[in-house]
């Protein structure tokens, strides 16, 4: 079939990659100058089923409720004009019970952890390069009460097949040296060994490129407008560049999915919840980080992309909002140059800000809605980047007919 691709991101881009081995002729639509532009070039580069934890815990609305006072939360609600961010705050609140946070989090270690076989797969048979790192993921911590408490909360991921080990501080220091000016604010940490990183952005303009050598159409400069739709099926998508036809149809627009979902009568439960990002060049310094790492007292996280470094940081609730100052970035980047003084030159670091695309369950959406030739693959939130391989492979799968190669129990509306 010949199958239009709305979105350019990594999910996008991934699924246009996996519908082509499948033999269909694939076209990729971008509104960006290239792909790859938006969420998936600023994020923390981590494929990381170690940390599958569902934001929607009953932690969470003392945390939201917080910080409308304190300006220091990880989450950050902002009050808005715009009603749908009430009434998916609605579905978030729902979905914070203990029983419902265990059985999100479940699901999505499931699709984490198949998505990094997939995308493992991809790797071996494309030999990509993007800045791989594959010592793993430290989830440290700063008092030995969060470390306990930690390590009590990994053994959910650990009994559904997570390889964790506990270490202390000299084992942190033994396993990444540069933290050791840091050791005496390190109380332990929890090392998950099969975790990786890479750049997304790399990555995913790499693969387009590989789509685009064996025939793939990828129209960058094209802003999708509408879907034309006749009976049950959509029979064109509307841009700014003309119309475009295809057999099937994969929305893939991350948090602008639910603004297209809409002009069809597709109600999308996924609102943009905004992270920010630093781009660090290593310069000379002599001690940059070897492994990426969070600290999960300030839940800011590092990653290393060869002589950059990425720090990542908050969620804010602030709807399709992408403007920064630098005070925004002031904490991250003040936590990050005292763990690691000697890791980056911080005088030259890049500022961005992008919109997570979340679900209230933090689950993406996969399969048909009304349309029969329309398929979702979208709402990936803060991992699609480790979600998107394996998204990709379902989503090829449906559209063929075939049973995906995990259960789609509780993945599958």
């Known amino acids: 079939m010949r199958v239009v691709v709305l979105g350019g991101g990594v999910v996008g881009v991934t699924t246009a990659y996996q519908l082509q081995k499948d033999g269909h002729e694939v076209v990729i639509l971008e509104r960006q100058q290239q792909v790859a532009a938006e969420t998936s070039w600023g994020n923390a580069g981590m494929i990381a089923p170690g940390h599958s934890f569902v934001w929607s815990s009953p932690k969470a609305p003392l ?166 739709t006749s009976g049950d099926g959509v029979v064109q998508v509307t841009t700014d560049k003309g119309a475009v036809k295809g057999d099937a149809y994969v929305l893939a627009l991350g948090s602008y999915s639910p603004l297209i979902a809409k002009t069809v009568g597709i109600s999308l439960p996924i609102y943009p919840i905004k992270g920010y990002s630093l781009t660090i060049p290593v310069g000379n310094r002599p001690a940059p980080p070897t492994i990426a790492a969070i600290d999960e007292h300030n839940l800011v996280a590092v990653s290393r992309f060869g002589d950059r470094l990425r720090v990542t940081a908050t969620a804010e609730f602030a709807g399709y909002d992408t403007s920064h100052k630098p005070a925004d970035f002031a904490f991250m980047k003040g936590v990050t140059a005292e763990l690691y003084p000697e890791g980056a030159d911080y005088d030259r670091a890049e500022m961005w800000a992008g919109l997570r695309p979340m679900t209230p369950n933090n689950l993406p959406e996969f399969g048909q809605r009304r349309l029969r030739n329309l398929y979702l693959n979208t709402g990936h939130g803060h991992i699609g980047w480790t979600m998107s391989h394996g998204s990709a492979r379902i989503t090829a799968d449906l559209i063929a007919g075939r049973k995906p190669a995990i259960s789609m129990d509780g993945l599958l509306n």
């Open 63 to 228: 945390i939201l409720l917080k910080s409308l006072v304190l300006k220091d939360q990880a989450l950050r609600f902002r009050l808005s004009a715009d009603p749908r961010l009430y009434s998916w705050s609605w579905l978030f609140l729902m979905e914070c019970t203990a029983e419902k946070a265990k059985r999100n989090t479940l699901l999505k270690h499931r699709l984490a952890v198949y998505s990094q076989s997939v995308l493992q797969e991809v790797v071996a048979d494309e030999a990509i390069e993007y800045d791989r790192n594959d010592r793993g993921i430290l989830y440290f911590y700063r008092s030995q009460q969060a470390l306990d408490k930690g390590v009590e909360h990994m053994r959910l991921l650990e009994s559904d097949g997570q390889l964790i080990k506990v270490l202390d501080r000299d084992a942190i220091v033994a396993l990444d040296p540069s933290l050791a000016s840091a050791r005496e604010k390190i109380a332990g940490g929890i090392h998950c060994p099969t975790d990786e990183t890479g750049d997304p952005a790399k990555f995913t303009r790499a693969l387009a490129a590989k789509v685009a050598e064996r025939g793939g159409e990828i129209r960058t400069g094209t802003t999708i407008t509408g879907i034309e």
